[in-house]
């Protein structure tokens, strides 16, 4: 969990990065609907770097299997939608388009697997934690 730790760590950071070349190198270059896909992909990605650290705490605290998972699928989400949000932006190539879906999906299966997770570290019938 390390290396997660690490790599949430750098995205957080590259996130923060991105923010700031959209809003003061981009601006002025890119249409308003490009610049605006640019932006969702780092807000998706700087979501996601934070629940990906939620993650590693979570790992400590109930080591499980589902949490590997969710981190891979949240990391291959940051990759796919945000990646192809970016690609689309700067490179105006619509094909980068269709793949932003697939990340969306990456998405949606690490957060189910974070619930899933959750859940079966819960002692139900006691309501413990």
């Given at each position: 969990m390390k290396i997660i730790l690490s790599?949430?760590?750098f995205s957080g950071m590259l996130a923060v990065i991105l923010g700031a070349f959209a809003a003061h190198g981009l601006?002025?270059?890119?249409p308003e609907a490009l610049l605006n896909a640019f932006q969702t992909g780092v807000q998706y990605?700087?979501?996601h770097s934070l629940a990906l650290i939620?993650?590693?705490?979570?790992?400590r605290q109930?080591?499980?299997g589902l949490l590997v998972?969710?981190?891979?699928?949240?990391?291959a989400g940051i990759l796919f939608f945000s990646g192809s949000l970016y690609m689309l932006a700067l490179t105006q190539v619509k094909w980068f388009g269709p793949i932003t879906p697939l990340g969306g999906v990456c998405f949606?299966?690490?957060w189910a697997l974070l619930a899933a997770s959750a859940i079966k570290g819960?002692?139900?019938?006691?309501?413990a934690s």
């Open positions: 790599i949430s760590a601006k002025s270059k890119l990605q700087m979501f939620l993650i590693v705490i979570m790992y109930m080591p499980q998972w969710s981190a891979g699928f949240m990391l949606i299966v690490g819960t002692n139900i019938i006691e309501g």
